[in-house]
């Protein structure tokens, strides 16, 4: 799948030190770690919000 769009953020220096120890210890790159991060959330809020 091509992604072709972008989010910028900016985050504090320790929380992006902690992003990138989470996503080595995942083996994802840090923006494949937030993607799947932000999909699991929108998953869980659709299933929640159909109960």
Request: no cysteine; net charge positive.
């Amino acid at each position: 799948m091509t992604r072709t769009a972008s989010i910028g953020i900016r985050v504090k220096p320790e929380l992006k030190a902690q992003i990138e120890a989470a996503a080595k210890a995942d083996g994802r790159t840090m923006a494949q770690w937030i993607e799947r991060l932000i999909v699991r959330e929108l998953q869980a809020m659709t299933t929640d919000g159909d109960k």
